[in-house]
């Protein structure tokens, strides 16, 4: 079963590279997400037995961060059906394909418990969305494309370097050299402090630029920008997450070898600066996607300092892979819409966009109340529990600096949401084929409804898996 998770995209792929058809790749790409879905869902009800040698096993944290990516997949496919209509001028097949290539990369991330080959499908999943980023094939998406390939490649290379520290601290203390995650565990307690701190150093650095945290953002507001909507739903609710696992199973091994204070407050530090970088370039933003780039800065830091914060914080660390995730996927597909209708995505040029697009300027405006931690949706739920967990270990300075960040934040996106939402459709504006359809508000949607139950309601077995997922990061008092 772990084999089909890893190859159904890989002959989806194949297919939709030998359709002819423009029109029917989308449908295509579509089908093949059910299916991925489908086998996702039948995975976490009858967990597979770990593979032998340990190489890949689903773990509770694993699941989470597959099915918040099968999810956010499924979604972005059904809707590259209305959105890929409107944009029959170029070619579809190597957006299609890529997006398969990458879903099987993303699903060898979640199920590998070898952290070489989460280095290579994290490499995969970087190389892999360079193509849809250069989808409008202009100067800018070009130079988006190769910050973006540059400075994450370099970022993957730092943590590849973590990975050869870690590897030979094992030979220092003479165990049997092993990137298996259950190994080094077992073994965490002989490795050299020194080489292992070396590491942890690589690692971060290395995966938090993959996330990014801030200072190692910069690629993120013009890949973002420049990307098509589900593209860019696609890296900010789905790449990141990939990357936040990957931080996590360094967190695993940093329980086992004692030395999480170290780990933990890296992250703390870096988490906060995050928050506070978004904070101040979010402030008066002109470009909306720009804006939706640095609002992922944001949560990759919350995220950051929840792992830092510990106790509590893990439940609402995890939960908020969830409800980012999902919320940014309506965030980033309504304003795919909102670009299409007014072939812009500068605020001096986009405004009235609840009178032009009623749907989709409602769903972009729901998504910023949500995404601001607003009730009753999923993301107060998670950063509510990682403000208390601050206060309840008495981190006062934490929860003092992370209030006030979420504060600047909605001012800063509220100037920039509120008037491209209301008021009047600017007399010279664009006059553009694009009209909402079921295909291009179904979607986001549907996301919308799933981001508000899980803000009332968390049902049983997701709170189990949450549950399960927070045991096993628990750090031994």
């Not at 996702?40 to 597979?48: E, H, K």
């Not at 032998?52 to 972005?76: E, Q």
């Not at 193509?131 to 994450?152: D, G, H, M, Q, V």
């Amino acid at each position: 079963m772990f084999a089909a998770l890893i190859i159904l995209p890989l002959i989806g792929s194949a297919v939709t590279w030998l359709i002819p058809f423009d029109r029917m790749r989308p449908k295509i790409l579509s089908l093949f997400a059910f299916a991925h879905f489908g086998l996702t869902i039948r995975m976490l009800i009858v967990t597979p037995p770990e593979s032998p040698g340990g190489w890949f096993h689903l773990d509770a944290l694993g699941k989470i961060v597959l099915l918040s990516t099968s999810v956010l997949f499924l979604t972005c496919a059904v809707y590259s059906i209305g959105y890929l209509y409107y944009r029959r001028e170029r070619s579809n097949r190597m957006l299609c394909v890529w997006l398969l290539v990458c879903l099987s990369a993303a699903s060898m991330v979640t199920i590998t418990h070898h952290l070489g080959l989460m280095w290579v499908a994290l490499e995969t999943t970087t190389i892999a969305m360079a193509p849809l980023i250069y989808f409008n094939r202009n100067a800018r998406s070009i130079e988006a494309t190769w910050k973006y390939l540059l400075i994450c490649s370099v970022g993957v290379a730092l943590a590849l370097i973590g990975l050869y520290f870690l590897a030979y601290a094992t030979i220092v203390a003479r165990v049997e050299p092993s990137l298996l995650l259950d190994d080094l565990i077992r073994d965490a307690g002989k490795l050299s402090s020194g080489w292992v701190h070396a590491a942890f150093v690589f690692l971060l650095v290395g995966f938090g630029t993959k996330m990014g945290l801030a200072p190692l953002h910069t690629w993120k507001p013009d890949a973002y920008g420049e990307a098509p909507g589900l593209v860019g739903a696609l890296l900010a609710g789905g790449l990141v997450n990939l990357a936040f696992l990957a931080l996590v199973r360094v967190y695993q091994v940093c329980i086992a070898t004692k030395e999480i204070a170290f780990f933990q407050n890296a992250l703390v530090v870096m988490g906060l600066v995050s928050m506070v970088f978004a904070a101040i370039f979010m402030a008066r933003q002109t470009d909306f996607k720009r804006m939706l780039a640095y609002s992922s800065v944001e949560h990759v830091g919350i995220m950051a300092v929840a792992l830092g914060l510990g106790g509590t914080a893990i439940f609402g660390a995890l939960f908020h892979v969830l409800a980012n995730g999902l919320t940014k996927g309506v965030l980033f597909l309504s304003s795919g819409n909102i670009h299409r209708s007014y072939n812009s995505k500068n605020t001096d040029h986009v405004r009235g966009a609840l009178r032009r697009l009623p749907w989709s300027g409602g769903l972009f405006m729901a998504g910023f109340i949500a995404i601001t931690g607003s009730p009753p949706f999923a993301p107060f739920i998670s950063e509510f529990t990682i403000i208390s967990s601050a206060f309840i270990q008495g981190r006062m300075l934490v929860g003092a600096i992370f209030l006030i960040a979420l504060t600047f934040i909605f001012i800063g996106m509220a100037l920039t949401v509120l008037p491209m939402l209301m008021g009047d459709v600017p007399p010279e504006s664009e006059t553009t084929s694009y009209r909402d359809t079921f295909g291009t508000v179904g979607p986001p949607l549907a996301l919308l409804l799933v981001v508000f139950l899980l803000g009332v309601w968390i049902p049983g077995p997701l709170m189990t898996l949450l549950r399960d997922g927070s045991a096993l990061l628990e750090v031994p008092r």
